[in-house]
């Protein structure tokens, strides 16, 4: 029996090497070589081309979006009554302070700090809602093509300097916008009426009127 045909096969080499055809360069087989005991990249281009799509990748996921977006997430503090912040955190803030107004909390060294009371130490947990960051072989395929394709722009005016490619390019990247954005549509269940969690609103149906 043959084996099964993988479609999401997008990786961060295939997307580098279409950044690459993006702006005219060949393919490469691999990102970095070894040199002694360390992993270097393959040439200064190819890390440049990488970097881009690194940065891109952190700029898309930034905005928050259905998949990285997390609410009233719980951080406990540890013994020494201090609240550290995972690693993978790109934005946070505490749930619903727009209204609760006894904590405000920000980042410093790695921990919470609370602005209102001079502190690092806290009693309670606190709840956050939260952007984390991911891998870019993690992400929906549809980010990851739209992220290669903001990646493309950005390597287009950066080494190649062509107004009529950059403006092809901006195109498709119009295009992965609209893809990403139906995608956060279709996924995220949006209602303009801030249904809280683990709660449910039925709208008026008109095919029960019909059906009568």
């Known amino acids: 029996m043959p084996a099964p045909t993988t479609y999401n ?7 580098v ?21 360390e992993l270097v990249y393959v040439n200064p281009e190819i890390s440049f081309v990488h970097n881009l799509l690194m940065e891109t990748n952190v700029d898309v996921q930034n905005e928050g979006w259905v998949f990285n977006r997390e609410d009233n997430y719980k951080l406990t503090p540890d013994s020494n009554k201090e609240i550290h912040i995972p690693n993978n955190v790109l934005r946070m803030d505490v749930s619903g302070g727009q209204i609760l107004r006894d904590t405000d909390v920000v980042r410093r060294n790695g921990k919470l700090y609370d602005k209102l009371n001079h502190t690092y130490e806290f009693s309670t947990p606190l709840y956050f ?3 984390w960051i991911f891998p870019f072989e993690d992400l929906p395929s549809v980010f990851k093509r739209y992220i290669t394709q903001r990646a493309s722009v950005r390597a287009a005016i950066q080494l190649v300097a062509n107004t009529e490619l950059v403006n092809l390019l901006t195109k498709q990247e119009e295009m992965g916008r609209a893809a990403v954005m139906e995608y956060e549509c279709n996924q995220g269940d949006h209602t303009f009426f801030g249904t809280p969690p683990y709660t449910g609103y039925r709208p008026y149906q008109p095919f029960n009127t019909l059906a009568r």
Not at 23 to 35: A, D, F, M, N
């Open 9 to 15: 096969t997008e990786t961060e080499l295939s997307s």
């Open 17 to 37: 090497n279409s950044i690459l055809g993006a702006i005219g360069q060949s393919p490469v087989t691999r990102l970095y070589e070894k040199k002694g005991d």
């Open 129 to 131: 809602d939260i952007t």
